[in-house]
């Protein structure tokens, strides 16, 4: 009896693929100090699966990498998807704990026009000049 030709192809989870190839990249950030995170990020360099941010939350202080990153929230040039991973990150430095709100907070500090996102980035500047003193450069 002769299988099918989907039962003999291997089968291939495009998120299961994803999931790996983000977790080999969050090790590969793991083993970077975060002065050469932040260094990759000053250029611009912020990986194929944004695990960058993830890496930064986990082991970065806000007073390490709050101007840097809120530096990033406000270039226009830089993909909606990496400021949002960025902005998601950037709150849970600060303490943001319910994971809806700073997906909300994130998405209003991220999408839009620089214009549109004023408001919110005038506030989280505020935010961070109050608890980090000002911005470093």
Partial sequence: MKQNQQEQAPSYDWREQYEQAAGKEHNRYTTLSVADMLQRIDQGVYGEYNMIWRTLAEEATLQQAGWTMFRVLQRNEVDYLIRCNCAE????LLGR???????????KLTSGTLVERRP????????LTERLGGEST
């Avoid at 704990?97 to 998405?107: H, I």
């Avoid at 919110?120 to 935010?127: R, V």
């Fill in 89 to 92: 990150a950037l709150l849970e």
């Fill in 97 to 107: 704990t319910d994971v809806m709100q700073t997906l909300d907070e994130a998405v």
């Fill in 120 to 127: 919110y980035l005038t506030a989280l500047q505020q935010e």
